[in-house]
C-alpha cells in the first residue's frame, strides 16, 4: 500500500496529481483476479452481504438478484449506523435513506431521502422495473414505496436517537463532512479516523454472474446528522454507482459531495473502457479529485471496480477503506484498499 508519506510524491506524479494535465493512459496493473461468478463490496459489513449474494450466484442466479439481496443484509442490520433502518439521523432527528440499482441491459432505479422504508434497494429496483423513472425522492418516493406493498415503519432506533440526542447538546447544528469520526463506534471505545474501522459508510456491491453479466447495487442512510434532505452520491447513477456490461462496474463510498462533483464510477468506468485496469481506474479517479480539490486530503472517498472478465480494484484518500471479496474460492475474503495517504 502506498502509505508511507515519503511515497506519496511519487504516486500522485504517477497518477498526474501533481502535474497538472491528465495521466497518460496506463496498462493492467495491480488490482486481483477472481472467477466467475463473483461478488465485491465495499466495507468489513460486505462480508455477510456478499455471502447473501453467493447463494444466488453460486446457483446460477443472476447478479441483479444477488445484490439486490446482499445489499438488504446491511439495510436491516440493527448494529450498522450508516447503512438502512438503524441508521444515524439528520441534524432534525429523520432517518432518510438512499440507494440505487443498475443491471446488466443498462436499466437504473433509485430513491433519494426516502423515510419510514427499511429496504430501499428494493423500492430502487421496483422504480427501474415498475416505472419509466429512474429517480423517486422524499414523499413521493414513500408513496410509491407503500403503493407497492413496502410496509411504512419506524426507523429511528433507540440507539440511534440516543445517539442523536447526544450530538444536540454540543452540535452547531451544521453537518460536517466525516463527523461520524466523533461518535462512531463509541459503544466499544473505538472512534476510528476517517475511513477507518470506526467510521463506514455506505455499502456498495458489484456481481459479475455465471452467464457472464453485471449488476451493482449501492445503499446507504448517509451522513450522520447532515442538513434536511441532503443526498449524497449514493443514488446518483454515474456518482455512487455505475454499470456497463460491456466493460466493467465501479461503485464508491465515502463523502459523496466530492463523489458527485466528479461523476466517480461513471469516470472509473469509463477509464477502464480506455484500457485501464481496475485498479489504475479507480486510483486515478481519487486523483482526479485531489487535483481539483486539494483540501479533500482531508475527508475520505474510496472507489471500488469489477471488470467484465472479474478483475477487481480498489484505491481510496485516506488508509483504512476495506472491501470483501467472494467467488468460488472463498466467500469470506477482506482487503485493505490502496490509498494516497
Excluded at 26 to 39: E, M
Excluded at 59 to 74: N, S, W
Excluded at 324 to 334: E, F, I, V
Aim: charged share 20%; net charge neutral; with cysteine.
Amino acid at each position: 500500500m502506498l502509505n508511507r508519506r515519503g511515497l506519496i510524491g511519487a504516486s500522485l506524479v504517477g497518477s498526474g496529481l501533481m502535474g497538472g494535465g491528465a495521466a497518460s493512459a496506463a496498462g493492467p496493473s495491480g488490482g486481483i483476479q477472481l472467477t466467475k461468478p463473483c461478488v465485491i463490496s465495499t466495507w468489513d459489513f460486505g462480508v455477510p452481504a456478499n455471502q447473501a449474494a453467493w447463494a444466488i450466484l453460486s446457483k446460477g442466479g443472476r447478479a441483479l438478484d444477488a445484490v439486490e439481496a446482499g445489499a438488504r443484509v446491511p439495510e436491516q442490520d440493527l448494529k450498522n449506523h450508516s447503512v438502512g433502518r438503524a441508521g444515524y439521523p439528520d441534524r432534525d432527528g429523520h432517518v432518510s435513506l438512499d440507494a440505487s440499482i443498475m443491471d446488466e441491459h443498462g436499466g437504473c432505479g433509485a430513491v433519494a431521502a426516502l423515510e419510514h422504508i427499511a429496504h430501499p434497494i428494493s423500492v430502487a429496483r421496483a422504480v427501474m422495473e415498475k416505472t419509466p423513472h429512474v429517480l423517486l425522492v422524499g414523499a413521493g418516493a414513500l408513496q410509491f414505496a407503500q403503493e407497492q406493498g413496502f410496509p411504512r415503519e419506524e426507523l429511528l432506533t433507540p440507539e440511534s436517537r440516543a445517539a442523536w440526542e447526544a450530538w444536540k447538546k454540543e452540535a452547531k447544528y451544521a453537518p460536517r463532512a466525516n463527523s461520524e469520526v466523533g461518535d462512531y463506534g463509541k459503544t466499544s471505545g473505538q472512534l476510528g479516523t476517517p475511513g477507518g474501522k470506526g467510521n463506514h459508510d455506505t455499502i456498495g456491491m458489484l456481481a459479475l454472474d455465471a452467464a457472464g453479466n453485471l449488476s451493482g447495487a449501492c445503499t446507504t442512510s448517509g451522513m450522520a446528522w447532515k442538513l434536511r434532505g441532503r443526498v449524497g452520491d449514493s443514488p446518483i447513477v454515474g456518482a455512487g454507482l455505475y454499470v456497463d456490461n460491456d466493460v466493467g462496474a465501479a461503485t464508491s463510498t465515502g463523502v459523496g459531495e466530492e463523489v458527485i462533483r466528479n461523476v466517480g464510477s461513471f469516470l472509473v468506468v469509463e477509464l477502464m473502457r480506455q484500457g485501464r485496469s481496475p485498479q489504475d481506474a479507480c486510483k486515478e479517479a481519487v486523483a482526479r479529485i485531489l487535483r481539483k480539490k486539494p483540501d479533500a486530503k482531508d475527508l475520505q472517498v474510496g472507489f471500488l471496480a469489477l471488470s467484465k472478465t472479474g478483475q477487481v480494484g480498489a484505491w481510496s484518500i485516506q488508509k483504512g477503506f476495506s472491501y470483501a471479496l467472494c467467488d468460488g474460492t472463498r466467500q469470506d475474503r477482506l482487503e485493505a484498499g490502496d490509498s494516497f495517504y
